[in-house]
């Protein structure tokens, strides 16, 4: 973090259960004495200037659900995970990527939806909500509606309604599309549909969707948020989902394109690779 900043509060967030980011945070604090520090299990709503994950996107998704309905502070996400595929920063730059940061930061904004299950609120998600028959060895049946009116009823293992950033996490696994992260849009997307022909849909960000447990669902599931925490659904129980305001921002280098986005599915993901068997 430039000299030239003012003292920040930094918020350190790193992957649970991995004891080799305990030195790599000591090691931020004394890289970078002139700033304050909390680490994740510290935290208890205190005003942050800068939030710095250290793990994958699981370890993202944690830090977004501690400011749930409000703006988050930046991010600076490095990679220490399995795939880590919305960590901007490579672990191994983390020394010059924080020495370098200057304000105003260049900011990637994710757009968050929330959700509210009868009328309560409980949730903002960054990848998506998916709604599954859990433990029940029968198929839930779901209604779903968009502002109000009744679209279509789904049978199956259930949904998931997925922002662009969550399109390539569970989304992606169950066949759904892969969307860019500046494209306004909500998919929902069938898990194991008995129905061969409900395809993913694709819908404006602004609208609001509602899933109703149907009365005469065999089986009851579960509402799960980000991979983070979960909900029992019953028969008759409804859950909305809406746009959020509260954005994830990310700081990204300056050199950051749209482009950036097609070349990681690439290679992280081996999007659109072919096989080619070795010559002799």
């Known amino acids: 973090m430039n000299q030239q900043l003012k003292k920040l509060a930094v918020l350190l967030v790193s992957k649970k259960k991995d004891h080799t980011c305990l030195p790599i945070m000591q090691q931020i604090r004394n890289q970078f004495p002139q700033h304050s520090y909390l ?6 709503n205190e005003p942050v200037d800068l939030v710095v994950t250290i793990g994958g ?7 977004s659900r501690m400011f749930q309905q409000t703006l988050t502070p930046p991010f600076v996400t490095f990679g220490k995970g399995t795939l880590g595929f919305m960590c901007i920063y490579s672990l191994r730059d983390q020394y010059e990527v924080l020495k370098n940061l200057q304000t105003p930061y260049n900011i990637e904004l ?9 009328g309560q609120y409980v949730y903002t998600a960054l990848n998506d909500f998916f709604i599954t028959k859990g433990n029940s060895i029968h198929v839930v049946c779901l209604d779903i509606y968009v502002n109000d009116t009744f679209v279509t009823q789904a049978r199956g293992d259930g949904l998931i309604i997925s922002t662009p950033t969550g399109s390539t996490a569970y989304c992606l696994s169950a066949g759904g599309p892969l969307i860019q992260n500046r494209v306004p849009c909500i998919a929902i997307v069938p898990i194991c549909p008995l129905s061969l022909s409900f395809r993913p849909l694709i819908l404006p960000l602004d609208v609001k969707i ?3 447990m149907n009365a005469n669902s065999r089986g009851e599931g579960v509402v799960i948020c980000d ?3 979960q909900y029992d659904f ?6 909305d989902i809406t746009p959020s305001k509260n954005d994830v921002r990310f700081v990204v280098p300056p050199s950051h394109q749209d482009l950036d986005w097609v070349i990681k599915l690439q290679r992280m993901l081996n999007w659109n690779s072919r096989f080619q068997q070795p010559r002799d």
């Open 39 to 44: 680490i994740d299990d510290e935290y208890n």
């Open 57 to 63: 996107d699981g370890t993202i998704l944690h830090a």
């Open 110 to 118: 994710k757009k968050r939806i929330q959700g509210s299950l009868n």
């Open 210 to 212: 509602s899933i109703k």
């Open 227 to 229: 991979g983070q925490v």
């Open 234 to 239: 019953k028969r008759n129980d409804c859950f």
